[in-house]
T-cell receptor, first 111, second 112 residues
Framework: KAGVTQTPRYLIKTRGQQVTLSCSPI?????VSWYQQTPGQGLQFLFE???????NKGNFPGRFSGRQFSNSRSEMNVSTLELGDSALYLC??????????FGSGTRLTVV | DAKTTQPPSMDCAEGRAANLPCNHS???????VYWYRQIHSQGPQYIIH???NNETNEMASLIITEDRKSSTLILPHATLRDTAVYYC?????????????FGEGTQLTVNP
């Protein structure tokens, strides 16, 4: 069974640009969550999507957004990038019954 | 979700059992205890979870005290590959929307 796939694996962007990250969940999983991990703040919840609807949101500014498609694939977008947005962005999928399966993450560096 | 408290770091000799404690004194009756671990720069990996009873799987055992205010994750025969940050999380088991609240975790170092 294929795991959670996140692309790209690494990304370098310039301050002020925008970025889109992609996540393909495990087949059959309808819930996709996004997390940000930084050395200072640790792992923080961004948002969760289920059946194309955002049903949970963390405490992040509106520059962070996401969406989910009918095949459960999800994207997150960060607009007007700031240096502090440099982080490991993790996607997790769940069938809602046991736990979350995380992808390997996208390492975003803002310069 | 209830808050958890874990020691920041622990050491263990290879081949010995690693016992990682977690305090969750404000846990509610419908909150599960989950354990995840994260090896450097990888995504967290699910290990085990439980509600009241002790649980065991191929990776680890979870011992939950009778009052449910604390638990211990046991890796029976630690290997060097078990070196990671271990997170104890409590959350409500639900299908209508949830999140994982990660704390600082315990850095477990398995020494040869």
């Amino acid at each position: 069974k294929a795991g959670v796939t996140q692309t790209p694996r690494y990304l370098i962007k310039t301050r002020g640009q925008q970025v889109t990250l992609s996540c393909s969940p495990i087949s059959g999983h309808r819930s996709v969550s996004w997390y940000q991990q930084t050395p200072g703040q640790g792992l923080q919840f961004l948002f969760e999507y289920f059946s194309e609807t955002q049903r949970n949101k963390g405490n992040f500014p509106g520059r962070f957004s996401g969406r989910q498609f009918s095949n459960s694939r999800s994207e997150m977008n960060v607009s007007t990038l700031e240096l502090g947005d440099s982080a490991l962005y993790l996607c997790a999928s769940s069938s809602g019954l046991i736990g979350y399966t995380f992808g390997s993450g996208t390492r975003l560096t803002v310069v | 979700d209830a808050k958890t408290t874990q020691p920041p770091s622990m050491d263990c000799a290879e081949g010995r059992a690693a016992n990682l404690p977690c305090n969750h004194s404000t846990i509610s009756g419908n909150e599960y205890v989950y354990w995840y671990r994260q090896i450097h720069s990888q995504g967290p990996q699910y290990i085990i979870h439980g509600l009241k009873n002790n649980e065991t799987n191929e990776m680890a055992s979870l011992i939950i005290t009778e009052d449910r205010k604390s638990s211990t994750l046991i890796l029976p025969h630690a290997t060097l590959r078990d070196t990671a940050v271990y997170y104890c999380i409590v959350r409500v088991e639900e299908t209508s929307g949830s999140r994982l609240t990660f704390g600082e975790g315990t850095q477990l170092t398995v020494n040869p």
